[in-house]
T-cell receptor
Framework: DAGVIQSPRHEVTEMGQEVTLRCKPI?????LFWYRQTMMRGLELLIY????????DSGMPEDRFSAKMPNASFSTLKIQPSEPRDSAVYFC???????????????FGPGTRLTVL | AQKITQTQPGMFVQEKEAVTLDCTYD???????LFWYKQPSSGEMIFLIYQGSYDEQNATEGRYSLNFQKARKSANLVISASQLGDSAMYFCATLNFGNEKLTFGTGTRLTIIP
């Protein structure tokens, strides 16, 4: 089975440009998460969706960041306008929630390394 | 809020030896999950092992085991018979069942020496 798919794997852009990161979760998973990893702050949860609905976006740094999940198999994270401090690795993860006390492990995609010049 | 502490920023271990990576956590939740992830130099995050706070037995997955001490709020990862391919960053994380949020520690960089 295919894992979480992210594109692009690498993105280099100039300050002020719009950046769109894409994610395809594992088929059948109903929760999707966007994380950011930097040396200074480690791994941070930005936003997560359950059944395509944003549940918690308290980790989104500011209004320049937005995320959508138009259907169960696709999500985007957009940064507009981008700034050098947005340079990081952005991970998408997905999980299923079978119910009860069964574990809902999050499986990560390969990440998108974003560099804003 | 949950907080994870990994006190070992880096470790060097001889190949074939066992290694223990420390993790302590602070949570007020009654039920929670504990995870370990591996991040090799290629960058992906690989799920290794899970322990539920309600599980009385320590979790095991092949060469990985989780030494769970609930009263001490400790969830150390034990890797038996280490291999060169085990060289990577290792992250401990807790899961809040109520909101599905994973909180990660700062990680431990493990280097296996041939």
């Amino acid at each position: 089975d295919a894992g979480v798919i992210q594109s692009p794997r690498h993105e280099v852009t100039e300050m002020g440009q719009e950046v769109t990161l894409r994610c395809k979760p594992i088929s059948g998973h109903n929760s999707l998460f966007w994380y950011r990893q930097t040396m200074m702050r480690g791994l941070e949860l930005l936003i997560y969706f359950n059944n395509n609905v944003p549940i918690d976006d308290s980790g989104m740094p500011e209004d320049r960041f937005s995320a959508k999940m138009p259907n169960a198999s696709f999500s985007t994270l957009k940064i507009q306008p981008s700034e050098p401090r947005d340079s990081a690795v952005y991970f998408c993860a997905s999980s299923s929630r079978p119910g009860g006390t069964s574990v809902n492990t999050q499986y990560f995609g390969p990440g998108t390394r974003l560099t804003v010049l | 809020a949950q907080k994870i502490t990994q006190t070992q920023p880096g470790m060097f271990v001889q190949e074939k030896e066992a290694v223990t990576l420390d993790c302590t956590y602070d949570t007020s939740d009654q039920s929670y999950g504990l995870f370990w992830y591996k991040q090799p130099s290629s960058g992906e995050m690989i799920f290794l092992i899970y322990q539920g706070s309600y599980d009385e037995q320590n979790a095991t997955e092949g060469r990985y085991s989780l030494n769970f001490q609930k009263a001490r709020k400790s969830a150390n990862l034990v890797i038996s018979a280490s291999q060169l391919g085990d060289s990577a960053m290792y992250f401990c994380a807790t899961l809040n069942f109520g909101n599905e949020k994973l909180t990660f520690g700062t990680g431990t960089r493990l280097t296996i020496i041939p």
